[in-house]
């Protein structure tokens, strides 16, 4: 389900004006990590008035915000969040994998999968064992434009300035003229749910809902000499065979910031940060002559897993035997130490 634009920023009901007064968010970025480069995934979805060498003012008044969403931009993921859940597009005979979100991420590793999550061949889906991350193994996917690519980060003061809590979500509704009890209100509740969550033994965890506060995650954890990556897509194709080509290349040591794009009227990140993770660039090579940079996250320790999470469903081992991986849809971003 689509969050309609007006819903995203044109009705937000604040009687004030934010000035970005701080540094705008690209040069934020730069401030911060000076030799590390923006990954697609985040300069996609910077404001193009956010920008350096643009103007970083955003007024707020009792019309909405004086914003627009920017231009749509080209992408591509494996994943195609939608009303009603994931679709996973593998599986061996073309047909799709249906992961439904319910209300839980398959990127939270805290919650069973529901009855609902796996139909049609559940054999193959968005996991993987790292023993097949090599050149030669074939993978059937399916990489389609991220389906909330208008979700564009918001500067921090207004950000910040708008409620991202459970006990607020009604309010949050509000502001943007979001039905309750409509779908799009569902989402946003399971969003911020999933976010007030515990993390898992072993892995710290934050909300991001700025493109500053996810540069301070990420470097409060692992420095400021770290590498930023994301999935490129070559071009969007339909349900076709990837061969994982030569260069497989692991990134950086065993431990990572991963920030997962979440289902939200802005941009928000579910990140979170793990000593027991491995990131790997993958090259793919469509059925088509399509090229892919592909970037895949093994979890090398998942004995705190829910015994019941979808990727031990599809892969059939059980939590803390083999390292489970997967791929990053492309508005997903990894850290890594250099």
């Not at 009705?11 to 970005?20: E, G, I, P, Q, S």
């Not at 398959?106 to 050149?135: G, I, M």
């Not at 979700?151 to 409620?163: E, K, N, V």
């Not at 469903?313 to 971003?333: E, N, R, S």
């Amino acid at each position: 389900m689509e969050f309609p634009l007006l819903c995203m920023f044109a009705l937000l009901n604040l009687a004030l004006v934010v000035t970005h007064a701080a540094l705008p968010p690209e040069v934020y970025w730069k401030s911060k990590l000076p030799t590390t480069p923006m990954p697609k995934a985040i300069a996609d979805i910077l404001h193009p008035e956010w920008v350096e060498g643009k103007s970083t003012s955003v007024a707020v008044g009792k019309g909405g915000v004086n914003v627009d969403a920017g231009k749509t931009k080209p992408g591509g993921t494996s994943v195609n969040v939608g009303k009603g859940g994931v679709n996973v597009n593998t599986g061996p005979k073309g047909k799709p994998v249906h992961v439904g979100v319910g209300p839980h991420s398959p990127f939270d590793y805290n919650y069973a999968a529901s009855e609902t999550q796996l139909h049609d061949d559940p054999s193959v889906a968005l996991f993987f064992l790292e023993k097949d991350l090599h050149h030669g193994t074939k993978l059937d996917l399916h990489f389609t434009n991220p389906s909330n690519i208008e979700a564009t980060f918001l500067p921090r003061p207004l950000a910040d300035s708008i409620p991202f809590s459970s006990n607020k979500v009604n309010e949050m509704l509000d502001k943007f003229s979001i039905k309750p009890g409509s779908d799009e209100a569902q989402i946003v509740k399971n969003t911020i749910s999933e976010c007030e969550e515990p993390s898992i033994r072993g892995e710290e965890k934050r909300c991001v809902t700025s493109l500053e506060s996810m540069v301070d995650f990420a470097t409060s954890k692992l420095g400021n000499n770290v590498d930023a990556v994301s999935t490129e897509v070559e071009k969007e194709s339909e349900l076709q065979q990837y061969t994982i080509a030569p260069g497989v290349k692991k990134l950086g040591e065993n431990k990572a910031v991963v920030c997962h794009k979440q289902k939200y009227p802005y941009a928000v990140f579910y990140c979170h940060k793990s000593d027991t993770t491995r990131a790997y660039s993958v090259p793919l090579e469509g059925a088509d002559g399509s090229r892919v940079k592909a970037v895949a996250v093994c979890h090398t320790d998942t004995s705190h897993w829910n015994p019941k999470h979808l990727a031990f469903q599809v892969l059939k081992v059980q939590p803390g035997t083999l390292p489970v991986c997967h791929f990053l849809p492309q508005d997903h971003v990894v850290f890594v130490p250099k």
